[in-house]
Every structure is written in C-alpha cells, then in structure tokens.
C-alpha cells in the first residue's frame, strides 16, 4: 500500500517469535473480528461466531458496543491528559484503534499494544502506525504473564512508570479463567502504575441479559474460545484502589454516549468503567 506519510517505524521490536497461525482452531480476536464486519478471520472463527450470533442476536450489536467504548473510553483519558496507553488485548486492528484515537487528541501519546494472538501481531506491524511525535509498539504476550509484559524492554523503552498511565483492558478480561485469577493478575498491572494512572475495562456481564448471555456462552464456550460472564460487583474488584468516574460501571453503550444516552433496546452484554487510581 502506497504511502507517503512521514511514519515512524512501527517498532524496534524484532520479528515475532510466534508466527505460527493455526487457522483450523476459533480464536476471540477473529470471532470479534467476524462480527466487526472485518475480513481477518477463518472458516473456524465464523462457525463460532455465526453459532453465537444464532443463539444471542445482539452478540453483533455487543461487539460494536464493546468497540465504541474503547473509543470513548481512551478519547476520555486523552482529554484527561494522559499521554502513556497499555493497551492489553489489542485486537486485530480495525476503526478507531487506541493509538489514532489517543494521538488524535495528542500526537505525542504513547502506546503499548499487547496481544497473544500472533495474527495480531502481523496485522498491528502492517497497519497501526503512529504519529511522528508520539511512539506505538506492540508487543505478542499474554495477559496472564504480567511480568513478561511489565518487564519487557519495548514497554520499558516506550512507557515511564513514573509518569501516570492508562492502562486499557477492553473486551479481554472475560477470556481469563477464575482459576487463573484474573483479580490478581490485574492487580499486577494496576500495582505497577502511579497515582493518577486510569485502568479503562469493559467486560461481559449477564446482570442485564442473563439468557441472552446464558445462551451466547453456550454456544461460543467450545474449549478453544470459552469466555466468563461477571457480575457487576466481581468486576468491581478489579478497580480495587481506583475511584470510578462519573458516571460508574454501567452498560457500555451508556458510559458517555456520543449519541442518545441511556438506550435500552438493546442487548446491554458489558459493563464498561474507568476508573482513577488513588
Ligand atoms: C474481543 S477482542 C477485544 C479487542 C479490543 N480490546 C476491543 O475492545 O476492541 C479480545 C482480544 O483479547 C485478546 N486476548 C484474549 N486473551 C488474551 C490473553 N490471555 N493475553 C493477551 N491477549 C488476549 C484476543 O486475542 C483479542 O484480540
């Protein structure tokens, strides 16, 4: 793809350790991407997102929801100032990636992009690139393995934990099991970071929608994808330390609507918060 604009290289990372893509098993990132309308997913991702789209009809409607928010949620912290984003649970790129939303309110923001899908991976490399003035850097890891992350030398070299950051887990904290101790792992994140650092999650709930999702979970949960609804009040434990901002942990769809607030006609699978450490 032609292009003329001054970009900086993408990252001083070297090459992926991990190109092995095995398209024959669903992943959340080309489930997600399938119902995002994106072309980067396999004939396993649209049975499982197509299987979950039968048995729960807003799963799509869910996933645009998910995605606006992270919009929102990362434009907020952008106009709160923040100008470092770890952004856990990337996604294969598509509109409104952190790192143009981020940079388009202050191009010398810096963003850490962190996914442990290596289709990711070859996608953030090709396409997410950053302004002149601030840096973006992805780097393959996984969630459940907060030290590799908070150790590595791209975030190190990108991120100063001295300096407030926005630490931003959208749509990816249902992926990890209780018995993997998500609280815990988060905790890791949110340990590392100064006062006045913000942590920006969504996650899926069944609060609102308990059959709808009960049936989403279902259909999607097939071993290879498998996902945990959470209550309101478990997710709240992740902002243990933080003070949430107006207004709370609501439905994505409600936490600072660009458009007709407060909707409820459709399906609400996701609370949405952002919360500011103490
Ligand atoms: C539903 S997508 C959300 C993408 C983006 N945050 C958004 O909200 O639009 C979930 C992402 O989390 C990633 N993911 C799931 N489990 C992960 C883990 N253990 N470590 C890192 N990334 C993970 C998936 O690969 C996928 O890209």
């Given at each position: 793809m032609a292009n003329d604009k001054?970009?900086?290289?993408?990252?001083?990372?070297?090459?992926?350790?991990?190109?092995?893509?095995?398209?024959s098993v669903p992943h959340p990132a080309r489930v997600y991407d399938y119902w995002l309308g994106?072309?980067?997913?396999f004939e396993a991702d649209r049975k499982v997102a197509e299987a979950t789209h039968a048995a729960s009809p807003g799963v799509v409607q869910g996933a645009k929801d998910n995605r606006a928010f992270l919009g929102r949620a990362v434009r907020f912290l952008a106009e709160q100032g923040i100008r470092q984003f770890l952004d856990?649970?990337?996604?294969?790129?598509?509109?409104?990636?952190t790192h143009e939303v981020a940079q388009g309110v202050t191009p010398e923001s810096k963003i850490v992009y962190v996914d442990n899908d290596p289709i990711v991976m070859v996608h953030a490399r090709a396409l997410l690139r950053g302004t002149p003035e601030g840096k973006t850097t992805y780097v393959e890891a996984d969630l459940r393995d907060p030290e590799s992350i908070l150790t590595h030398p791209d975030v190190l070299t990108t991120l100063d934990f001295d300096e407030p950051i926005a630490i931003v887990i959208v749509?990816?904290?249902?992926?990890?099991k209780d018995d993997e101790d998500p609280f815990s792992i988060v905790k890791q994140y949110t340990d590392a970071v100064t006062a006045g650092s913000y942590l920006a999650i969504s996650h899926v709930t069944a609060d609102f929608e308990p059959e709808a999702v009960g049936a989403s979970a279902k259909a999607y949960n097939t071993g290879p994808t498998f996902f945990t609804p959470r209550t309101g009040a478990e997710i709240a434990r992740?902002?243990?330390?933080f003070e949430l901002v107006e207004p709370g942990m609501v439905a994505v769809f409600d936490w600072h609507p660009d458009d007709d607030p407060f909707r409820d006609t459709r399906l609400a699978g996701a609370y949405g918060a952002v919360g500011r450490k103490l």
């Open positions: 001054p970009f900086l290289p993408w990252s001083e990372t070297p090459e992926p350790t991990s190109l092995k893509i095995d398209t994106g072309k980067d997913n856990i649970g990337t996604g294969i790129p598509t509109q409104g990636n749509g990816t904290l249902m992926f990890i992740f902002f243990d330390g």
